[in-house]
């Protein structure tokens, strides 16, 4: 025996220890020599003859002097685990990504980190292929990567989730001041610079395809049109843009060719968009025309005194030549059944729950010569007939005119000629 399992080397063959004045045996002698080679061939050599065979346990002390790995199954410096990446050389493919690792990837294992420099921008799903060890899917979350996710030259990190390589970043380096001539579509996120100077006077209706969240400020040298899309190219106020001399504007990519103007300032101070007037913030109004007045559709307008002289002296018409019921639109309006109409038709005043019409409301039903009759009924509210106050639906003949008049909320009082 030469070490006793603790590390400590025994010499315990027979005739050991030995007696001064004594001969020593070749018996004993050679035991202890094989003794000693046996304890030797134990220890490790430093010139790598030996295979260790067991674990080896440190007791708190440090391995120095470390070489940098290489191989998967080489130890790693503490540099190499605190880095935590592994860069990928020789980096080829746009979607269909192929690369070595440095040290060589062996396999895939969750929470792997990768890095390289993209060799072009991809168009669409990409994959990534490390030491021929199998295509991965290339993700942003769980959704495959869309057309300049990765832009060329930028430096790409991904981490391995057991499934698929998951994009972490997109880091490129990005210039202070451009420029740029303008064009259909004008590549403003494949320029390799935050700010960009747009020349020409060639109309814009988009901007490239790139990442999400990627921005550019444009200053325009001279006169061009930018056309407003509700998708792709967002602009203020939902309207194109006649761009001037020195106007600076700021966009941001949304991905899938979109783009959203942010701000636009005028070099002439001009706000791009005029602000609209409430009842409690000054701003610009638009006046209705007289005609625009009397058809009531455009709520963004504002009459005059003038044009609501015209709205409040005529009784605007809605003709019908069918069953007809209600609706809020109607309120002051003569309900009007055409002579052309010959059948027997109902009108109906809604529910108060369904058609709200303010208390005050009155509607005219209009029956020309010639039409059918008319029966003016009511939903679930009231109407009464005006003198006895009985209840209930009304007819009106050709030639008859009668007025309903809201006077609660769940109660009309109507009266007229030819109402029966």
């Known amino acids: 025996m030469s070490f006793n399992g603790s590390g400590t080397f025994q010499i315990n063959t027979a005739g050991q220890p030995v007696v001064a004045g004594t001969v020593i045996t070749a018996t004993a002698f050679n035991a202890l020599t094989a003794d000693l080679a046996t304890g030797l061939s134990t220890c490790i050599t430093k010139d790598g003859q030996t295979t260790v065979t067991a674990n080896l346990p440190m007791g708190g002390n440090k391995l120095t002097g470390l070489g940098a790995g290489t191989l998967g199954t080489d130890s790693a410096r503490l540099s190499q685990v605190q880095g935590g990446v592994t860069s990928l050389l020789g980096v080829s493919g746009i979607d269909t990504i192929s690369g070595s690792g440095s040290p060589q990837v062996t396999s895939y294992a969750t929470g792997q980190m990768f890095w390289f420099v993209a060799s072009g921008t991809n168009t669409g799903a990409t994959t990534l292929n490390i030491d021929s060890l199998g295509a991965k899917n290339i993700t942003r979350g769980t959704a495959a990567l869309a057309a300049g996710d990765i832009i060329s030259g930028a430096v790409a990190l991904v981490v391995y989730d057991g499934t698929q390589f998951q994009l972490l970043s997109i880091i490129r380096s990005i210039q202070t001041n451009g420029t740029i001539a303008s064009a259909g579509t004008t590549n403003i996120g494949a320029a390799n610079a935050e700010y960009l100077a747009v020349s020409g006077t060639t109309t814009i209706t988009a901007f490239d395809t790139v ?209 029966t």
């Open 211 to 419: 990442t999400a969240g990627i921005y550019r400020v444009l200053k325009f040298d001279g006169i061009l049109t930018l056309t407003h899309n509700g998708t792709s190219l967002i602009l203020p106020g939902s309207a194109s843009i006649t761009t001037a001399a020195n106007d600076v504007a700021g966009f941001r990519s949304l991905g899938s060719g979109n783009w959203r103007c942010e701000w636009y300032q005028r070099a002439s101070g001009a706000a791009v968009v005029n602000p609209s007037a409430t009842t409690s913030v000054a701003g610009v109004v638009t006046l209705a025309t007289e005609a625009e007045a009397l058809t009531g559709t455009d709520t963004s307008k504002v009459i005059t005194p003038e044009t609501g002289k015209a709205v409040n002296t005529r009784l605007q018409q809605n003709s019908q030549s069918a069953d007809y019921t209600l609706v809020i639109g109607d309120a002051g309006k003569q309900i009007f059944h055409p002579s052309a109409d010959t059948s027997a038709r109902t009108f109906t005043i809604p529910a108060n729950g369904s058609v709200p019409f303010a208390v005050g409301t009155a509607v005219t039903f209009i029956n020309q010569n010639g039409a059918g009759t008319i029966t003016i009924a009511i939903t679930t509210d009231t109407m009464r007939l005006a003198g006895d106050g009985s209840t209930g639906s009304r007819t009106l003949a050709a030639n008859g005119i009668a007025t309903a008049v809201k006077v609660t909320s769940t109660e009309w009082l109507i009266s007229g000629t030819g109402l």
